[in-house]
């Protein structure tokens, strides 16, 4: 049995050592982490495509019927549906980074043989947890493709940089997974805590409005909001055909590598700490 209150090495070479050592086992809690949502249900992983669909049917109907809002781009196309479109675009980029969040503080807490009774490898939690947010993420992105393919007829092939969109988002999301997931352990308020910040950002990013409909002195300040800048470039690949800004992700994706990093320090020094605590 490996001792709890050992220190774990934070190199990154161990943590990569660790998800290809460990890759069948996140593969499979991955796979349980999505069945088990729906477990008991009767339609089961249906409901990962029907939540979102629900969701899109009512913001294109509240959005275009009802408030028959524009996002204000001055082009002479702009259906009444894209509002809805733009909408969703946010909200699929402000759910996968809110639900990471809020899950990670209780981790460890509700995996507590994990930590005293078995040799487990603990990072490997927020990895699973958080594929299982990318999972429904993915569901809810062809969901807004179909969407998009329905209302215009075509989709733009800028797509294919979805990927390279997300991909620093994942990151700094696994990131404070593991930091919030550690701090769990030793504060239980943060999860209450994480859940204001999370809602305080929904309204803080570019979601229900453009950047450009702020006044220039605030347009600076929610650019460092963490989700401004993705929503921003999604919407640009998925929903006006632009290619994104490469320099500005490639900047991103580095600061995003070393929260990360950071993250899984603090993560490895602290967890010789949660069989005392637990």
Request: hydrophobic share 55%; charged share 10%.
């Amino acid at each position: 049995m490996m001792d709890p209150h050992s220190t774990k090495s934070s190199s990154i070479l161990v943590l990569l050592k660790s998800i290809c050592t460990n890759r069948n086992l996140i593969f499979q809690m991955t796979k349980r982490e999505i069945t088990g949502r729906y477990r008991g249900s009767i339609m089961g992983l249906l409901w990962s495509f029907i939540n979102p669909v629900l969701m899109l049917t009512v913001y294109t109907f509240v959005f275009s019927v009802v408030f028959k809002a524009r996002w204000g781009t001055g082009s002479a196309g702009e259906s009444k549906t894209d509002f809805a479109v733009i909408l969703f675009v946010g909200l699929i980029v402000h759910t996968l980074f809110a639900e990471t969040l809020m899950r990670a503080p209780t981790l460890i807490i509700a995996n507590v043989n994990y930590v005293k009774k078995v040799v487990f490898p603990l990072e490997i939690l927020s990895i699973t947890s958080l594929a299982g947010v990318v999972f429904h993420s993915l569901i809810s992105l062809l969901v807004l493709l179909v969407a998009f393919v329905i209302f215009n007829g075509f989709v733009h092939w800028t797509i294919v940089f979805i990927p390279l969109v997300f991909f620093p988002l994942i990151i700094v999301a696994l990131g404070f997974s593991w930091f919030l997931s550690s701090l769990g352990v030793f504060i239980r308020d943060v999860g209450q805590t994480i859940a204001i910040i999370t809602m305080i950002l929904m309204f803080l990013s570019p979601i229900f409005y453009p950047v450009s409909a702020l006044p220039k002195e605030f347009q600076t300040i929610i650019m460092f909001n963490p989700l401004t800048f993705i929503i921003e470039q999604a919407r640009n690949v998925l929903i006006w055909g632009k290619l994104p800004d490469f320099q500005g992700l490639a900047i991103y994706s580095i600061g995003a590598v070393c929260l990360m990093w950071l993250c899984f320090v603090w993560f490895q020094k602290t967890r010789k700490g949660f069989a005392d605590v637990l």
